[in-house]
């Protein structure tokens, strides 16, 4: 009897692996996905919502102690930050005259399409949006926040739905900066939102809380797109470089909408 | 939404009651898994529950159809929502889900024995 089973289940084995082959050399297994995305839409745009109310709600429950705290902190960063706008200001003033001096004329905004995330996957860091090569998108565009976070990049397109790498992925990399101290470095993606900041030279001192943005080396991403923040600095006598653990800037389950940049400014 | 209703009658018509429970029942937990149930993961780790519904199924049922088509429909929808941007081929959890069909039937049958617990 087991016999038997086992010659019958060796034929669906030989049968399914052929149809797998035929399946991915045509391409028609993308078309089996971007038909089961656009079925399943309607019920993961909701599904995703009521879990990020949820979420957000016992979060809120569980995090008042810690709450009062960061408001309290965020209230300090806020007066620190509009004393630096106002510096700013004065500065975009000076920039402006100085542009018409020089006839450059302000850059142009990037073109910009807005998506929103249908689901994750749950073994890695990607999410699916719903926009695909249908809105021009295409592989590789960076995507970012309202807030001009990096968020990744576009890894895979279908006709209606694309997919994000999260820059947290463990296949991601990229040239970034700390501006406030010219220092320069490469980011690595260690899955489950979390990122290292590498080949950071012994010698440059670097602080918790130290802003990092994207850097031109590597032309992966736009440059001065908000990465995070320094959470901890790990450093040793032997290694050359040091590296740090950075905090990532953006929380994909808080997100409603998110950008894909489909043409530089 | 008509065309859908249509599609499942169709089915149901055709194909056993069974299958059209698994289609069912496995669409609604990967939608869950990969849509709601990501919001409540603890950091970034959340349990793959079609795989467990799947593991669940070829343990403890008496029919072979019922295993077969569990693994084959769980592995089918993994595949589907699986992204596919790191690399991987569609058809990589089927035969994963074949895999361990076949591994615990081979050892179910083989080695095991439930005196007591009587197979549902």
């Known amino acids: 009897m087991l016999h038997w089973n086992l010659k019958r289940i060796a034929a669906i084995f030989l049968l399914l692996s052929i149809l797998i082959v035929v399946l991915n050399f045509t391409g028609f297994s993308r078309n089996i996905k971007d038909f089961f995305f656009w ?10 919502q009521g879990g990020k109310n949820i979420s957000d709600f016992l979060t809120s429950i569980s995090k008042t102690g810690v709450l009062k705290k960061e408001t309290e902190n965020l209230r300090l960063e806020n007066q620190e930050l509009i004393g630096r706008i106002a510096g700013l200001i004065e500065l975009e003033k000076e920039n402006e005259v100085l542009r018409e001096a020089l006839a450059l004329g302000l850059e142009e905004e990037s073109e910009l399409v807005l998506a929103r995330v249908m689901n994750k996957d749950i073994s890695q860091d990607s999410v699916l949006i719903n926009k695909g090569g249908r809105d021009g998108v295409l592989n590789g565009m960076a995507v970012i926040t309202e807030q001009k976070v990096i968020l990744g990049r576009v890894g895979a397109v279908y006709d209606r739905f694309s997919e994000v790498v999260l820059i947290s992925n463990k296949d991601s990399s990229f040239g970034a900066r700390i501006p406030e101290r010219e220092i320069d470095g490469i980011i690595r993606g260690k899955g489950s939102f979390g990122l290292s900041f590498d080949l950071i030279p012994r010698e440059k001192e670097i602080f918790e809380n130290d802003v990092v943005v ?3 080396l590597g032309g992966v991403y736009p ?3 908000l990465v995070g923040k320094v959470k901890a600095i790990k450093k040793s006598d032997v290694d050359p ?3 740090a653990e950075i905090r990532p800037a953006f929380d994909i389950y808080s997100l409603d909408y998110l950008f894909i940049i489909v043409a530089d400014g | 939404m008509i065309f859908i209703v249509w599609i499942i ?14 289609t069912v029942i496995l669409y609604i937990l990967i939608l869950l898994q990969t849509s709601f149930l ?17 593991i669940f199924v070829n343990l403890f049922s008496s029919s072979l159809k019922d295993k077969i088509i569990s693994a084959l429909i769980g592995g089918f929808y993994l595949d589907v929502f699986s992204l596919d941007s790191a690399g991987g081929f569609f058809g990589f959890y089927i035969l994963i889900m074949l895999a361990i069909f076949l591994f615990l039937k081979i050892i179910s049958e083989k080695y095991v024995r439930f005196p007591i617990i009587k197979k549902i």
Do not use: C, D, E, R
Request: glycine share 4%; net charge positive; proline share 6%.
């Open chain 1, 223 to 225: 440059p001065g797109l």
């Open chain 2, 9 to 22: 009658y169709l089915l149901s018509l055709l194909m056993a009651k069974k299958i059209i429970f698994f």
């Open chain 2, 38 to 54: 990501v919001h409540f993961s603890l950091s970034g780790f959340l349990p793959n529950f079609v795989l467990i519904a799947v």
């Open chain 1, 241 to 243: 470089f040091q590296s």
């Open chain 1, 214 to 216: 994207t850097s031109v």
């Open chain 1, 39 to 48: 079925l399943s839409s309607p019920v993961q745009k909701s599904f995703w």
